[in-house]
């Protein structure tokens, strides 16, 4: 196989060198032999297959510029802006890395393509800009949720949690059993603004308040505002004493093992912390199965909240080359199509597009996440929101007694209001 992979300096300095290999056909066109990839260095062996598998079909090798994934938003931005293109790029889905790439003027039109139908609504989400798809998602997302025990709850005769009135009721039930009700993981900061958005998640159908926020529609601090309330009742639970002793200290590590175990009844953390989970459980699926499960929990009912990533998430910028775009396309079509269902198998994954079918072998954890996507769902509101990077370090601080919810709101408004303008984005 031909499949390369390049330094990611080298991006600018001689991308264009890797396009040199063409053949001319009879048709006196010009037919590509590679199409240059900028791509996340964390992409999967399922994924470097796919690239493989296209080329062996084709003849078309896809020449991969590795962009390292502990920069990978910054160093991509870096080098779209200086007008270098790549053939195909990896990058985000949501609405907000979407806009910095100015699709309308530098992405192709992917809307009549057939994934998009496949895919239900997520392209009502995240991926297109007024009504035109500009990405291709191939990867199941993030789904977050309650990691809870199940011989804990069962214990005290109690139910997993289906709202946040819920979680105040396990937590007045379990603290005189000696056990943490909610183990938080301040420790690892990110953990801590994931009940906050939890609680959003039923105001957020159809993304209708995230696109209001990043609309300059609606304030985060304004009265009656979603988020603020998520802030409030984030502050309840701990003024409660429903989280660990050590909730500023804490690892989300820690807190995986503290559920697994029964010294914590719940935590709330995403989908994506199943590897860690199953090596806590000694790599036995059932075994961790039997002691945890995973609800979706909102404000007031069991709303899942999911958020798109970008592994295996490809756009097809115009390059000004027709046959190149067109090449780009086939793989889009390709990765989406013929080659999906090889790609969901090999990645042990859920599909997205709902012409591959699911792959056998899930464990009933695994599958509480698919069922958790597929029902009752909305995308993490703040997905398209720009400058919400705020967020985690001001809920670290609510938990730490050194803000209030009305000032975190505040400073996370003024963080979405400098990014945003700053962006020049729809509505600042």
Known sequence: MKTRVLLAGAVAAGASLVLAGCTAPADGGTEPTSLTMWHNSADSPALLQLYKDFEAKTGIAIELVDVPSDSFETTILTKW???????LLEFHPTVANLLTL???????????????????????????????????????????GIYYNKAVLADHGLQPPRSFD????????????GVAPIWESGGSVWPTQVLPLLYVADHNSGNEYGAAIGGNKEALDAAGSPFLAGLTAYAGLRDRGCFNADATSATFED?????????????????DTYASLLADAGGSPDALSAAVGFVPVSSSSPVASWAGGPLGTYYAPKTGDAAKEKAALSFIEYATGAGYQKLVDNGNSFPVIDTAKTPKGFSELQLSYQSAYQGDSSIAFNSNVAGFGALATETSKLLARQTTPEDAARTVQAAVEQASTAAGLPGW
């Open 102 to 144: 100015n699709p309308a003027k530098n992405m192709q039109d992917l809307t009549q393509m057939e994934f998009v139908k496949a895919s239900g609504d997520l392209y009502a989400s995240m991926g297109s800009l007024d009504g035109t798809v500009y990405a291709a998602v191939t990867g199941f997302p993030s789904v977050f």
């Open 166 to 177: 819920d979680l105040s009721t396990l937590c007045t039930a379990l603290k005189p059993a």
């Open 81 to 87: 802006a200086t007008g270098d293109r790549p053939d």
């Open 255 to 271: 807190g995986l093992k503290a559920v697994l175990e029964g010294k914590a009844a719940m935590t709330a953390l995403h989908s």
